[in-house]
């Protein structure tokens, strides 16, 4: 069972920081379920 285990996660990256994809599979790999993932530029 993972840390966030049923919980549902928005992931939003940064272009020039950590982007969404490699936060959602950090989320997923918690036991989370990943409900949208986007990287956008915050400028």
Do not use: Y
């Amino acid at each position: 069972m993972g840390v966030l285990e049923g919980k549902k996660i928005v992931a939003l990256g940064e272009r020039d920081g950590v982007s969404g994809p490699a936060i959602a599979a950090c989320m997923e790999a918690a036991g989370a379920t990943v409900v949208f993932t986007a990287t956008e530029c915050f400028v």
